[in-house]
């Protein structure tokens, strides 16, 4: 596996905080957002958050042109209220919405949609987005354009059958064009991903079947947004394995595979933060 | 006016693809390994920049023409009937809920793929596809109306099931002339005693049996709905009024399919009595799909019996 590691990073210090605090406003109204719904994924919502923050405002390029603009999909769409959150930073939601999160009077649905400002792929089912990834990739290739496609994925995610048939798609279209992050944060609905099937063989299959393959600290925005760089450099369709934990900066969930707490806990571990 | 005068299903489908695809390059044509059986693969012959086997993977070639489509190109994914519908979901959930651009083109519907056997044999997909909102779904009768209807399909806009099956295709709407619309019901033939609404090549059942009941002296109509969903209400409506009676003939489960969808339209504009033909379980292997039409009665004499329980 190739190290994403921290040498040569296209970021400034300040640049670099001002990103984390950017993160962690993020990730404290992911936590808030559990005190208006009770249903939302808090825990595999934090794994993401900046992985998304790296993403949305160190790495996409926006076009009105869908063919030289970058691509964002969200195939863990269950990660839904970080990208939320995220976009909120970015000006794209209204935080009154974020509180507003699976109303039945509210914009943001409890997986992405299309109809949401900054969402490029209505997800929800798993599997799915890297095959929209390619045909996105593919499609911006045909027609000669510049954008970039970036597919985030969750481990328990690589269950998925549809994941076999893109995974090899990706390199018989041969697309230079399409990044995949995988979230390793070890856990599943049920189980923790080891107790349901192996997941670490993955790394070698994807390699095996043609893939650059990174690994990244997936919480360590420096670390993330250096890795994609690398894996842009690639001429060959890349994955990033990053290492993440599910509920990260969230100590009455994290690593473990609760996906909330009840709102008391949460409010109180907002105060004392 | 027609000029393919085409006697097989797939062929009126890969010729009519292709001439469509010169005239429009945005036009790509994706297949699961089945380019050769669906006739798909004439496009690659003469386009095959825009062509893509992706190999035996239903559930990616949907979300891999979704994709394609979100950046303004417009996929034709090629299929099997049966083996698309392990991808209903992708359907579903990616064409269907952002309503993309997406057409879906399947052969070897119905019992099309006779000698494979019921593993290959769609009976379903109609209810299926019918039920995702956004999509279309459109069944053409012969390979004439293939001819005539593709160039509509591929040039709407949205996602639609267009329902093939393999060669067999007797004629229906050849000596026709009309020009096809999505969401027209087409009457083949006038009557005033019984309508017989039908779907595919089994409206040539339909048109034997009302040959038949016109000698007994059963004034039958016999009207062609392609377009199975938007549904032609109106047209509908006014053959159970002006009829009293309705047939319906598909090639296709008798639960959710032509004959459901007739009956809808049916009990909320003006109710009448109806007879249900088309399958009932799985199909089987045999020597040729007519052979399989007469083995589980989807025939004109089981029309014949239908109207006449309607008529006693």
Sequence with gaps: ?273 | MLQGNFSSIREAFGRTLVKLGEADKDIIVITADVGDSSRASYFKEKIPERYFNVGISEQDMVNFGAGLSAVGKKPVVVGFAMFLMRAWEQMRNSIGRMNLNVKVCVTHSGYSDSGDGSSHQALEDIALMRTIPNFKVVVPADAAEVERSLPEVINDRGPLYYRMGRDYSPPITSTLDYKFEIGKAYVLKDGDDLAIIGAGVVLWDALKAAEELEKMGISTAVINLPTIKPIDHSTIEYFARKTGRIVTIEEHSVIGGVGSAVAEVVVKTYPVPMRFVGATTYGRSARSQRELLDYYGITSRNVINSALELIK
């Design chain 1, 1 to 273: 596996m190739e190290k994403g590691g921290r040498d040569g990073i296209p970021i400034s210090v300040d640049e670099l905080n001002k990103l984390k605090g950017t993160a962690d406003r993020a990730r404290k109204n992911v936590i808030k957002m559990q005190f208006y719904d009770q249903s939302i994924h808090v825990g595999s919502s934090l794994s993401s958050v900046e992985i998304l923050t790296a993403l949305e405002f160190k790495v996409l390029r926006d076009s009105s042109d869908p063919i030289n603009r970058d691509w964002l999909i969200l195939s863990k769409g269950h990660a839904a209220p970080a990208l939320y959150a995220v976009l909120h930073e970015k000006g794209l939601i209204k935080e009154e919405e974020l509180w507003k999160i699976q109303d039945i009077s509210g914009l943001l649905q409890g997986h992405p949609e299309t109809f949401i400002p900054g969402v490029d792929m209505s997800t929800g089912s798993l599997g799915q987005g890297l095959s929209f990834g390619i045909g996105v990739a593919t499609g911006i290739k045909m027609s000669k354009g510049a954008g970039r496609v970036f597919v985030i994925m969750g481990d328990g995610e690589q269950d998925e059958g549809e994941i076999w048939e893109a995974m090899t798609h990706a390199i018989a279209r041969n697309l230079d064009n399409l990044v995949a992050i995988i979230e390793m944060n070890g856990f599943q609905l049920d189980e923790a991903t080891k107790d349901v099937k192996p997941k670490e063989f993955l790394p070698e299959v994807w390699r095996a079947v043609g893939w650059r393959v990174f690994n990244c600290d997936g919480h360590d925005i420096a670390s993330v947004i250096s890795t994609i760089d690398e894996a842009l450099k690639s001429k060959r369709p890349a994955v990033i394995f990053a290492e993440t934990r599910r509920g990260k900066g969230f100590t009455p969930i994290e690593n473990t595979k609760r996906q909330r707490t009840v709102p008391d806990v949460a409010r109180q571990f907002l105060l004392n933060s």
